[in-house]
Each structure stands twice: as structure tokens, then as C-alpha cells.
């Protein structure tokens, strides 16, 4: 996939080590217009990049607001947790071990008690000790340097931005034309068959792509 991802990046956008956000491809005025040299390259990731390959996807969708949990030191937030326990979930299904978890970086001190956080949840809380899988060594990296991330970015902007089209909770004013929702309604049919299917871990229930309630904030 990584190889697919450069090999694309340099024959469409004529820079494979150029970095690419969700923020510049997935938008109205990228995808109204197919012609485009980007609307092009995210037809390509979609459907011969990662329509093709075994992989699984999984997201927690919430209304991001100001009043939002942020990490302390005790305290991981729940979209982290209920992440964990759906990386937990594809690892069982797969009969994975060890699995490492790459969170994008944001600044030092984010990262700092992040790494710290994740790491009292996994050894000193209930829940995460039903997380044999995860090792309790995050990685923060930086997705100019990682194709994964940037493909788990371009991913994430089309979840948000479809949910953002299409669910009254999490709505924005400014609408996509017919062209571009086309498009986005297309790529989120890719993400949805590849999600994981809502099965149960110990005591919790697990869906690959959850909605979560507008009172989510802690």
C-alpha cells in the first residue's frame, strides 16, 4: 500500500514525497470536478489501493466541541479508549499478538501526556487490562514522514466530511454539490464494507463505525 501510495503521488500529483491532507482533497471543490488531477489520485487510492488490499477500518465519530476532555496525565479521553478497544477487536479477528498503535502528532506536550495517559490506562485501569494485544508503547509520529498516517488521514477526512453532509447532529452549513457528494457517498461505501463488523470483547460491545451521542465529552 505504501509502495502504491508513492508510485501514485509521483505519476499524478508529480511529487511522490509530497504530503497529503484530508483537509486539500477531500472538499467540495476538489471533488466536483473529476478531472482534477487530485479528484484523479483519490480515485486511485480508493479503488486500487485500498478497495483492493485486506484491511480493515474502524472509527469513533463524535461532534468535536470546546467542552471535549482533553488528556491528563490520569485521564485518557474516550474517543483514545473506545479506539483501543476497536484496534483490540481487528487484532483478535486477525489472531494478532502485539499490535503498536500510531497516534498523529500534535505537539510535545500533547504527546507527553498522551504517552503517559495511554499507558495508566492500559496497566492500571479494568478495561484496559482486557487489552492483551496492545503494547503499552504508542508511537506519536508526524504523518509528513508516514504514508500510513496519510492514508489513515484521507480516510478519517471522508468519514467526517460525509457525516458532516449527512447526519443532523454533526451537520455544517455549507453543503457539497451533487458531483461531490456523489463522490464522497462512493468513497464512504468503500470504508463501510471494510469496517469491522460489530461483534462483542468481554463486556463491551464493538462497532466498526460508531456514532456516538451528542453528550460525549468526557
Not at 53 to 75: G, L
Not at 119 to 127: C, E, I, P, T, V
Request: neutral net charge; contains cysteine.
Amino acid at each position: 500500500m505504501t509502495m502504491a501510495l508513492y508510485k501514485l503521488k509521483k505519476e499524478i500529483l508529480g511529487n511522490s514525497y509530497i504530503e497529503i491532507k484530508s483537509t486539500d482533497l477531500i472538499n467540495n471543490s476538489t471533488l466536483s470536478h473529476p478531472e482534477l488531477n487530485k479528484c484523479i489520485f483519490i480515485d486511485n487510492i480508493m479503488h486500487t489501493v485500498l478497495d483492493s488490499s485486506d484491511f480493515n477500518f474502524a472509527a469513533v465519530i463524535f461532534k468535536n466541541t470546546n467542552e471535549n476532555r482533553k488528556s491528563e496525565e490520569t485521564y485518557l479521553p474516550n474517543h483514545y479508549r473506545d479506539s483501543l478497544w476497536k484496534i483490540e477487536a481487528i487484532a483478535k479477528e486477525w489472531r494478532k499478538r502485539d499490535v503498536i498503535v500510531c497516534i498523529d502528532n500534535n505537539n510535545r506536550k500533547v504527546d507527553r501526556l498522551l504517552a503517559i495517559s495511554f499507558n495508566n490506562y492500559l496497566f492500571k485501569s479494568a478495561g484496559g487490562q482486557q487489552l492483551p494485544s496492545i503494547l503499552p508503547h504508542p508511537i506519536l509520529a508526524d504523518s509528513e514522514t508516514s504514508a500510513g498516517l496519510q492514508l489513515v488521514d484521507m480516510i478519517a477526512g471522508i468519514i467526517r466530511q460525509y457525516h458532516m453532509q449527512h447526519d443532523d447532529q454533526l451537520k455544517e452549513k455549507k453543503s457539497f454539490d451533487v458531483t461531490a457528494l456523489q463522490k464522497l457517498d462512493e468513497y464512504y461505501g468503500i470504508i463501510k464494507h471494510h469496517s469491522i463488523t460489530t461483534r462483542k470483547i468481554e463486556t463491551y460491545n464493538i462497532t466498526g463505525l460508531h456514532i456516538c451521542p451528542s453528550h460525549y465529552t468526557t
